[in-house]
């Protein structure tokens, strides 16, 4: 029996939303280790699953499809509200677009339709439609609202509806197809995966003169908070005297991660133009020999400037620094998430850079894409896939945290991450963790240093695959039949 065996899919759609649907169909049989044969027309031999307007041969599975489905995505209108179908799936309120009202599937003796547009459905979520609409229509491009998302008017966030969709699916064939499923396993034998990285926004963020500042702060307003400032005050000199080394402490983490057998990847600033100097570290000579040091035989990538994600020339630019020191940055994530779908794909696509792991929310853990895996997103302006791997950024620490985001205590915090490992494990799939250098300092954020490696722990006990976000590239690449 062949690993990943043939499933023959037929078609029927009109020409220009046709691409569309073959790139959703082939995410899901990346995910299901399914390669796919596609047919197009009306009818063909020996097909297995079915996409199109309704048809009297009765294929093994069928999914549902409106006609006039293909027209709304080249009108470049938002999606009304009113029309979105929500059912339960799992105990959960799932939305479903472009579908028929009530249940999900409908068997018959030997075939089934799937009554919801699970493909349309999935190509909006996957294509951040909502934000390419809105954009158009003059929204910021920099950074995404999450407030404007359908993730958060409709509570979805930490759902990842494209992999329910295609959960759906996968309970069909199962059903209807048995022959052609396959245990989906990562690294060969892990249950799901795990993706480590570190934003190092500073490479030394406890400067004379930060410290300075600290101090005058706590002292001024120690009378309205006397434990807290107290603890800062001699935890801050306790960490100047003694502890204060950048390289000591990402050494540290370098060896933690060593000693649990699980691997990270670093993303490095490659500008020198911050405002905060403390940024700029790329241009100081002795934090270039400590970064070659400590990095050089480790996963980089390029931490990018905002500008990075929208011109192309900042992008070479910063690259090339990296480069310069001997680095290999073949992955990419903007500083402060600014991004734009369309625009920065096509930029990083141009400069040749492999995978991306910006696509999150700053203020909110889970799914801006719908996904928890890895997919190509889509170059809506030429039809087709980008030549690039998206990562979803799914957890970043500075959002659990920070009170203009979640404001979440460490424990809520467990909790909220232990159901997430919970839910990567039963549908096969990832999670990404981002944890900033910064946040191991146990003086300013005590206990969320800990938090990291405790997840990490459950998710070994789970059987996860934890590493590098190119290791999940690499995994993927596999797949792309």
């Known amino acids: ?49 079915y996409y199109g307007p309704y048809n009297r041969i009765n294929y093994p599975v069928r ?143 406890w400067t004379s003169q930060h410290l300075l500042s600290t101090y005058q702060y706590n002292l001024t307003t120690f009378y309205k908070r006397p434990l807290n400032a107290l603890f800062k005050i001699i935890g801050h000199t306790w960490h100047k005297a003694i502890s204060n080394q950048p390289m000591r402490k990402i050494r540290q983490i370098i060896k933690k991660e060593e000693a649990r057998n699980v691997q990270s990847t670093w993303f490095l600033m490659g500008s020198s133009n911050y405002e905060d100097s403390r940024q700029n570290y790329i241009a100081d000579v002795a934090y270039r020999e400590q970064i070659i040091d400590l990095l050089s035989q480790k996963d980089v990538g390029l931490h990018g400037s905002p500008d990075s994600a929208f011109k192309p020339e900042v992008l070479q630019k910063e690259l090339a620094v990296l480069t310069e020191l001997g680095l290999n940055p073949t992955g990419f994530r903007t500083h402060y998430l600014h991004f734009d779908y369309q625009t920065s794909y096509s930029i990083l696509e141009q400069a040749g850079i492999k995978y991306d792991s910006t696509l999150g929310y700053w203020e909110h ?65 990832h999670v990404s963790l981002l944890w900033h250098n910064t946040t191991f300092d146990i003086i300013d954020f005590p206990f969320w240093g800990f938090l990291y490696w405790k997840i990490i722990k459950k998710a070994k006990k789970k059987n996860g695959w934890i590493t590098s976000l190119n290791n999940i590239y690499d995994e993927w690449v596999n797949l792309s039949y």
Not at 19 to 34: M, Q
Not at 382 to 406: C, G, H, Q, W, Y
């Open 365 to 429: 853990i889970g799914y801006r894409a719908g996904t928890s895996f890895p997919f190509y997103p889509f170059n809506l302006k030429e039809n087709r896939p980008f030549r690039i791997l998206e990562i979803p950024l799914i957890v970043m620490d500075t959002t659990l945290l920070s009170s203009k985001a979640m404001n979440l205590s460490v424990v809520s915090a467990y909790f909220r991450l232990r159901r997430m490992v919970k839910r990567a494990a039963d549908y096969q799939s």
């Open 63 to 205: 999914i549902y499809f409106d006609e006039a489905t293909a027209a709304f995505f080249e009108e470049q209108e938002l999606y009304p509200l009113e029309r979105v179908n929500f059912c339960k799936y799992n105990k959960e309120s799932i939305p479903f677009l472009f579908s028929q009202n009530g249940e999900i599937y409908t068997f018959f003796e030997d075939f089934c339709t799937i009554r919801k547009d699970i493909i349309a459905s999935g190509f909006f979520f996957l294509t951040c439609w909502n934000e390419h609409i809105m954009n158009i229509r003059g929204a910021s491009k920099t950074r995404v609202d999450f407030k404007q998302s359908l993730q958060c008017r409709w509570d979805f966030t930490e759902i990842p509806v494209v992999d329910v969709y295609c959960q759906i699916l996968y309970r069909i064939i199962q059903l209807i197809l048995p022959e052609f499923v396959r245990d989906i396993r990562w690294n060969v034998s892990k249950a799901f995966a795990v993706s480590l990285s570190h934003d190092v926004d500073y490479w030394h963020f």
């Open 1 to 49: 029996m062949e690993k990943y065996p043939n499933i023959n899919i037929l078609i029927n759609v009109p020409q220009r939303y046709l691409p569309k649907a073959e790139f959703v169909l082939r995410t899901y049989c990346y995910i299901l280790r399914l390669s796919p044969k596609f047919f197009y027309g009306t009818h063909g031999e020996g097909i297995n699953l």
